[in-house]
Every structure is written in C-alpha cells, then in structure tokens.
C-alpha cells in the first residue's frame, strides 16, 4: 500500500485510522495474506491490520501467537510493524495478560535451527504486555487505544469489527472503508508497480508458451492445465485462461486444422495480476482470418499510411 497516499486520502475523509479484517485489505496494508483466508474462505477474520494517520508509520498487527509464529515471523523482517498477540479467538473482555508459555517448549538436548531461533527471537521483541492479551477483541481493543484511535473517526471493513467496538463501547465514530480503501489503491506504490510488473512478464512468458504448445487435436482442457503448469514454473499462480472465448475448465473440444484460436490469461504473482490476449492460428488460417490478421498488423504499423 502506498502509504503516504493512505495518509492523503485518510485527511480527506477525516479518518484517524483504519481498522481491517479483510484479507485483501489486511494484505495490501502489510503485504500479509491471513492464513485462515487461505483455508476457509468466508471465515470472520482473525487477522487485523491497523493503520494510525498520525503513526502511518507505525503500522499495527492483530493476531493470534501461534499464526505469528507460524506464518508472520518465517517470512517477514519488519522492525515497523507493531504487533499485538491473542490467545483466544473470542471477544469475551478477556484482556489478560495471560500466563507467559512456551509455544514450543526446547529440553536443548539439540540446537535450535536458524528457523526456530527467528522465531524465538521475533515474539522476545514484543512487550508482555502487547504479547500476552486473552483473546482477539481485546487485542483489536488495546491495539486501538495503544495507536491513539480509540476516539475520533475510524474506517472498518468488516461486520465481526464493527460489533467487536460496539460491544466494547467504543466512542469512535465509524464509517465503512470500502470506498476509502479503494481511494487509496488508485495511486500504487513502488512496490506494488514491481509486483504488477514482476506478474505481468511472467503470465505473458506462461501464455506464450501454451500458444507455441497449441496442435491440431488437442483437447481446450489440456490447455487449461498447461497454463497452470507453466504459470507456476515462473513463480505465478494461474487464475483462468480464456480458450476461443470459453473459460470452462472442463471443455473438452478438440483444436482443429485453420482454426483461429484466441487465447486469454491471467495469473497473479504475490495477489498482483497479469492479464495478456493473443490469437494463434493453428495450421493454415482460413482466408477471412488471414485478411484480418494482416489488418490489425499493418493498422498497429509505425509506418502505416491511410
């Protein structure tokens, strides 16, 4: 996310803060995709992100320990990210701080790996206070009041938020973020122009090559499963791929000789999408097709005179 854009439209609504359950909006604020959303689609959050205007800088996380353990310390090294941890699932007042324990109790009969040390080392850099809260609504809670966003006007994306601060009586006014959140994403940041880029060369390589792949006989499917091959050799993830305008997984029409085969895919490297069209004739093109081929070619000519 870009984050002084977030800031600049967050002054225009008057919003001190935003306080996100969605996992899009969890993973465009701290480029972390929730566990659960990978899982079990539909889920009320258990992820939170938690952005301050005036601390844009100091961005929140709300999760459990055991999906920071698991998942955010492995692949994340952000000194900027403040996290607050809870043990229990639940909106119960349970503030705490719970008993400390070890998540993975070490009897040191052999040494930690590098993997295990990290993880040690992250949740040891999180005060006790932040690191032992009962359970999520007292972690958003303290979260909240710990960023200065307790009172004045916030942005939410989700009903389980929304209830979790009317339960707890918060003050804060609240507004739904939807449109803010889509504000912001107008103006990308450097980052995300890489990701865009990075997703976008990769689809058009894994496209290219199903197109060079294409011969008489072969089933549309196959090619359904060959772009999702050669997707992920380039590191994407394949999203659909449009066979002679039919995007149905399980087509099992046959390609045939002098066919013009329009071919459309998409794939997203880090949720960032590429999206490239090309047309492959298969064999010897009919005679309509061919006059319009050479049409577009010499339309899309620098040299082209009309």
């Known amino acids: 996310m870009n984050m002084a854009r977030a800031v600049e ?24 995709w929730p566990q659960i ?30 999906l920071y353990y698991y998942t955010w310390a492995d692949g994340r090294q952000r000194d900027d990210v403040q ?21 993975c109790p070490d009897r040191g009969e052999a040494p930690m790996s590098t993997m295990e040390q990290n993880r040690a080392r992250s949740l040891s850099y999180i005060p ?31 009903r389980a938020t929304e209830e979790v601060l009317t339960r707890n009586d918060c003050p804060a006014e609240r507004i739904w973020a939807d449109n803010v959140l889509r504000e912001i994403r107008l103006i990308k940041s450097p980052l995300e122009m890489v990701l865009m880029a990075r997703a976008a060369e990769a689809n058009v390589q894994a496209l290219n090559a199903v197109g060079r792949a294409v011969r008489e006989g072969a089933a549309y499917h196959e090619l359904h499963q060959l772009f999702l091959a050669e997707a992920a050799q380039r590191g994407n993830r394949a999203v659909f791929l449009n066979v002679d305008r039919s995007s149905s997984e399980f087509n099992s029409r046959k390609i045939e000789d002098g066919q013009a085969l329009f071919l459309d895919a998409v794939s997203h490297f880090q949720h960032y999408h590429g999206d490239f069209a090309r047309t492959v004739f298969v064999g010897d093109p009919l005679p309509p097709a061919r006059k319009a081929a050479e049409a577009a070619a010499l339309a899309g000519s620098p040299s082209a005179t009309f």
Request: some cysteine; overall charge negative.
């Open 128 to 158: 006790a206070d932040r690191a032992w809260i009962g359970d999520c609504g007292a972690a958003i809670v303290k979260a909240m009041r710990d960023l200065g966003i307790w009172g004045g006007r916030v942005g939410v994306d989700h």
């Open 9 to 32: 439209v967050m002054e225009r609504h008057n919003l001190d803060g935003l306080v996100l359950g969605d996992p899009v909006n969890v993973f465009h604020a701290l480029g972390h």
């Open 37 to 66: 959303a990978r899982t079990r689609q539909g889920q009320p959050p258990g992820t939170f992100a938690i952005l301050a205007r005036e601390r844009i800088d100091e961005p929140g996380l709300v999760t459990s320990r055991f």
């Open 83 to 103: 996290a607050w941890l809870y043990t229990l699932l639940d909106d119960a007042g349970a503030e705490g701080p719970f008993p400390e324990y070890e998540l």
